[in-house]
């Protein structure tokens, strides 16, 4: 699904980190170009 892609990963303090939305992103064969995980309120 993410192989050859490159990935902008936003993620959420409260939720999902974004760190760990990288890992399975780079595991499903994407590239990671940025990662972030913020505060929503």
Same mark, same amino acid.
């Given at each position: 699904m993410f192989e050859n %892609? /490159? =990935?902008i990963v936003l $993620?959420?303090?409260d939720g =999902? *980190? $974004?760190p760990a /939305? *990288? *890992?399975c992103v780079k595991s499903a $064969? $994407? %590239?990671v170009?940025?990662?972030s995980?913020?505060?929503f309120v």
């Open positions: %892609k /490159i =990935v $993620g959420e303090r =999902v *980190a $974004g /939305i *990288a *890992a $064969g $994407g %590239k170009e940025y990662t995980t913020e505060c």
